[in-house]
């Protein structure tokens, strides 16, 4: 069963910045950040695929950046100019197929999570 570890929330004051990790136990094709709010639905905040190719949420589009350490099975995510509005559990997502651009954002494509990370963006 493939494992997926995420690290590096916390809190913050507006404006500041994080970048979180997910440790993943296998290589996989396709990662993704998601995030859930109190009361909120799960939302798609960033996706890559192994060819390269990435989606952002409109959200967190020129604020967020989602990369790939393929060599070491690691996803980050790099979280500037934070919001109160961006605070959330952030979960970590993955796949072995290559999800099509069109569904990196859906939760349905991913078989594999994991327990998630807290951030809380104070003002």
């Known amino acids: 069963q493939v494992q997926l570890v995420e690290s590096g929330g916390g809190s913050v004051e507006a404006g500041g910045s994080l970048r979180l990790s997910c440790s993943a136990s296998?290589?996989?094709?396709?990662m993704a950040w998601f995030r859930q709010a109190p009361g909120k639905e799960r939302e798609g905040v960033a996706a890559?695929?192994?060819?390269?190719?990435?989606t952002t949420a409109d959200s967190v589009k020129g604020r967020f950046t989602i990369s790939k350490d393929h060599s070491r099975n690691t996803l980050y995510l790099q979280m500037n100019s934070l919001k109160p509005e961006d605070s959330a559990m952030y979960y970590c997502?993955?796949?072995?197929?290559?999800?099509?651009?069109?569904?990196?954002?859906?939760?349905?494509?991913?078989?594999?999570w994991g327990q998630g990370t807290q951030v809380t963006v104070s003002s």
């Open positions: 997502a993955a796949t072995f197929s290559r999800v099509s651009m069109l569904s990196l954002l859906k939760t349905q494509e991913y078989q594999h």
């Open positions: 296998a290589y996989l094709y396709s």
């Open positions: 890559i695929r192994s060819d390269g190719d990435t």
